[in-house]
């Protein structure tokens, strides 16, 4: 079996006033991402932590933010289009291993459903999704509340 493995980064500034999609749900926060599409950071990272371990380019490749037809997309979008790509591809999702920078607020009680709407977009089991969070002790962008950051890293193998 051949396995390989993927790294996704994202950043996106917070604005008052919009939601706050992380992880394909809605966190209540004043502050929501800004970006082309719904801005959810998690799901940006994964799809090119995934894209990346499958050797086919960014998200930015695929989903240009110059493109009408991606503005405001719901990123859940993405990701199934994303996971069909690998899919045709040859490989299936492992596992994905995620970290969440924000400063407020405290994301942990939502992770359970954030890990329940990716498993459902990415057709894996709940269990393969860990997702973390942590702040940067009032530091940089993250610590300010003017943005937020993800990491993935992800296993993928041949089928």
């Known amino acids: 079996m051949k396995i390989k493995i993927g790294f996704g980064f994202d950043v996106h500034q ?13 966190v209540p926060h004043t502050k929501g991402g800004l970006g082309h599409s719904d801005a959810d950071v998690l799901i940006h990272t994964i799809c090119d932590a995934l894209l990346g371990a499958a050797n086919m380019g960014d998200i930015g490749k695929h989903f240009p933010d110059t493109a009408d037809k991606y503005k405001g997309i719901d990123s ?9 790509l690998i899919s045709e591809k ?13 400063q ?7 992770i359970p459903e ?15 999704i860990s997702i973390k969070a942590t702040t940067t002790e009032k530091l940089s962008f993250v610590g300010r509340e003017e943005g937020v950051s993800a990491y993935a890293t992800v296993l993928i193998q041949k089928n």
């Open 14 to 26: 917070l604005k008052e006033g919009l939601d706050f999609w992380l992880g394909g749900i809605i």
């Open 76 to 84: 859940k979008i993405l990701l199934k289009e994303v996971v069909n």
């Open 90 to 102: 040859g490989f299936s999702i492992g596992n994905i291993d995620s970290t969440i920078c924000l």
């Open 104 to 110: 407020t607020p405290k994301i942990g009680p939502y």
């Open 114 to 128: 954030m890990q329940k709407v990716l498993a459902s977009c990415m057709d894996i089991d709940v269990e393969d």
